[in-house]
């Protein structure tokens, strides 16, 4: 089954402990990217992967890390998570630039930075 | 920087009714237009593409107007299984490659 799967689901951290949530997909794809949603802020994509090695910044950047090693996993490291932190993250991943292909969704991760 | 603007509703509609969204954007070179539909802090998936020439899959048509730059979509005959909210994306690149998301437009669908 085509998918795209985060882990954890749900994470309950405090300020400062450094954490990762982790992206895979099993479709060959060459885009990911990692998004953040927020009570009327709507989803704003933090970073994004053109292909492994290939990342860049999106819209809210700061405070946030990735890495593309291989082409199926994209993590997300917070190295300092503070509480404005606190959101609903989505990995994403389509075969182009999201332009031009359908961007599938995972399951979306809960964080809360106490 | 690319804005795309949703009235956030909630529309509230009874079953069989005919209802519409429109989506507002701010970039008159973008090309490239997706509804989403969103359940309930789930994941969002695709609803369809929205084409110049207008795009029709069953009840659901969305609709491009550039020159008052904004895009539609219409539901007939609503269902309660379509209460959901729901996304437009502006995806042109415009040299990068960041997609713009509105806030969403709330429906929900009563007996």
């Known amino acids: 089954e085509a998918q795209v799967t985060q882990n954890p689901r749900y994470l309950i951290t405090v300020t400062g402990k450094k954490l990762t949530v982790t992206c895979s997909q099993n479709m060959n794809h060459e885009y990911m990217s990692w998004y953040r949603q927020d009570p009327g802020l709507g989803l704003r994509q933090i970073y994004y992967s053109m292909n492994v090695e290939v990342t860049d910044k999106g819209d809210v950047p700061e405070g946030y890390k990735v890495s593309r090693k291989e082409k199926r996993n994209f993590p997300l490291i917070l190295e300092s998570p503070s509480p404005n932190q606190t959101s609903l993250y989505f990995c994403?991943?389509?075969f182009g630039p999201g332009g031009q292909e359908t961007q599938y969704f995972g399951p979306g991760t809960r964080l809360l930075v106490l | 920087r690319k804005e795309v603007e949703q009235d956030p509703g909630p529309f509230n509609v009874p079953e069989g009714a005919t209802v519409a969204f429109n989506c507002t954007y701010s970039n008159s070179a973008s090309q490239s237009f997706f509804w989403y539909r969103q359940d309930c802090r789930k994941e969002p998936k695709l609803l369809m593409s929205?084409?110049?020439s207008g795009n029709e899959d069953g009840r659901f048509t969305a609709q491009l107007n550039r020159a008052s730059q904004y895009i539609s979509l219409l539901i007939r005959d609503s269902k309660l299984s379509d209460s959901a909210t729901y996304l437009c994306?502006?995806?042109?690149?415009?040299?990068?490659?960041?997609?713009?998301f509105g806030r969403g437009t709330s429906l929900i669908v009563h007996p």
């Open positions: 994306v502006d995806l042109s690149s415009g040299g990068s490659y960041i997609p713009t």
């Open positions: 929205v084409y110049s």
């Open positions: 994403a991943s389509s």
